[in-house]
């Protein structure tokens, strides 16, 4: 369902912009506008809006305004649109659990804010699998969770939530075993921590999502203390710990207060590196599954829900997720926050079948298939099926490219070694392969792009992308 925005703003030009620029938006549609704010009143009653965008008001106080609305609408979420001098105020919009967007007002940043919710929620999952994923996750009405989010950002006064997302989120999937989903993401992600922008080096985090059977840490010969049970372990003690500073004892708070206390709960993303492990030779910083399969059980939908969030607003340019071949609640979570997919599968025909199933619950579930990348690895020098014909088997659009992978035996011994081979010298075809792969997930040119934090009255697609994928 779209969101119903009222735009609030004197400024008729930009308002003018932003409705040509939201016609067709399958998120959001424009419910009213209004330039005096004698109008607002009525109009919030008779249009019935779910958001509410404030520009330039004559004497008014924008966050004044917001409280006022929200007392009589309290389902209401606020866009404060700020020119570049009024970003100073943003600060104090976010403790107000008001998003701020700097004008001028790119048609994106609206749609993602209104459709981030659908994306954690099931209503944008129709198609649940029938253990209910989000069962247990943070009940999330769909008209609250831009408020509930600011409710982080307002957590981490010294770097505003807004300007710390990582430019980019990316989920390497695969619906079959085996297929090369933990390869391709140990060397896309060492690929990445080799990249640098504006002369200094990518930041990079990959996550190990096989929460059971992790083996990502293993192929890099790493450590896997701590790992993420370590950060869940920490995460239940500063509920209980919040639950008890509200006057609560832990042991009587029923299932459904237990969801309202942690869709309150924020995590601080400058915590994330007490729970990684780093690999020396690259710099590559990793999260790593439990140790113990029994911790793995530990691991619930709404910590996953939580450390996903507080990931995103980290201060890692590149997160790279490796999942399961499942559709758990863990997996399901990792492709609806990512940014882009790598949707990785073999020339064989149950892989293909899978991926095709796959892409089906994911139309269904209106999922935005422009994130998708698919990449066959394992391609031997003459296939049954050519590209063209899994693409077509996909109905894949005709713009899309399927990013191929050759069958290399060099990755066996790689792996064995826990060395990878984009930090060995030399060139080899898979190599050449995962270089494409990375360079279409992130482009050159845009690594050499300004960084928006640099500038702030810019305009901040790569930000707003992640979310809007
Ligand atoms: N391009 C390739 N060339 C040759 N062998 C490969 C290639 N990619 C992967 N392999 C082999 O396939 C094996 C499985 O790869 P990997 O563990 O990455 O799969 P996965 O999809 O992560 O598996 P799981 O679903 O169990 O997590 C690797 O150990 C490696 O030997
Ligand atoms: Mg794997």
Redesign the pocket.
Known sequence: MKKRLLIVDEDSASNSMLMNHLTNSKWVEICGQATRIDQVWQMLQSLRPDMVLLGEIKESERGVLCQQFRFAFPHLSFIAACSPQDLVWEPFFRNLGIWVVAKPIQAGQIEALAMMPQAITREAWQSAPPQEPYSNTPSMPSNQPLRQTMGEASSESQSPAIHSMPKHLITVY?P?????????SRELAIYFSQQKREGSTLKVLAVDF?LDLG?FATTLNLPRTPNMFTWVQEIEAQLHESVRLRGRDPADIRAEEWQEYIADFRLSSADVEKYIVTHMESGLHVLTSPRDIRHSFEIRNYHVYLILETLKHSTYDVILI?T??DTTDATIQALFFAEQVVM?GNPVVDSIENIQRLLKLLREAEYPEERIQVCM??LQRKEMFTLDEIRAYFQLHPSKKIFP?????E??KS?NTGSPMMLQPGKTA?KGAIETLGKALIPEEEEKAESPLKNKTRERPALFRWLWG
Do not use: E, L, Q, Y
Not at 176 to 184: A, D, L, N, R
């Open positions: 695969g079959k075993g085996g297929v090369g989903k933990t390869f391709i096989n083996t490796d399961a071949p990785v690895n394992r992978i050759p069958d290399d035996a990755v066996k792996i898979a």
